[in-house]
């Protein structure tokens, strides 16, 4: 599976973003996908999660109520609708994918849950 990232840039505090993921390969063992977000010299944060058999969402408490993940089966492409942005959202953000069902007993935003990842792009929350 491929993973290819794309959407990131250069946003104002309050503005929004829309990231987008477009999976090719095998994609239809796909348990769960997730957003994660990287902070230099952090490990990665879980940010979104939807699950593939019931689109049961689930959300970090940091971004919980401005984030929103969903998915285009169509197209196998997902996506992270990021509004209200801060300035600390300033970060490498990644998709990922879980083909094991690893989710369900690793936890949903452990980064061991997932089997692929896309590139990053990054997101620039400044005036």
């Known amino acids: 599976v491929q993973l290819q990232a794309s959407g990131g840039g250069l946003v104002q505090p309050g503005g929004s973003l829309r990231l987008s993921c477009a999976a090719s390969?095998?994609?239809?063992?796909?348990?769960?996908i997730g957003w994660f977000r990287h902070f230099p010299g952090k490990e990665r944060e879980g940010l979104a999660c939807?699950?593939?058999?019931?689109?049961?969402?689930y959300y970090s408490d940091s971004v919980k109520g401005r984030f929103t993940i969903s998915r285009d089966d169509v197209k196998d492409t997902f996506f992270l609708q990021m509004n209200s942005l801060k300035p600390e959202d300033t970060a490498v953000y990644y998709c990922?994918?879980?083909?094991?069902?690893?989710?369900?007993?690793?936890?949903?935003?452990?980064?061991?849950?997932?089997?692929?990842w896309g590139q990053g792009t990054l997101v620039t929350v400044s005036s």
């Open positions: 990922a994918v879980d083909q094991t069902g690893s989710y369900s007993y690793t936890g949903v935003f452990s980064v061991a849950s997932y089997d692929y």
């Open positions: 390969g095998p994609t239809s063992d796909t348990y769960a």
């Open positions: 939807i699950s593939s058999s019931d689109g049961t969402t």
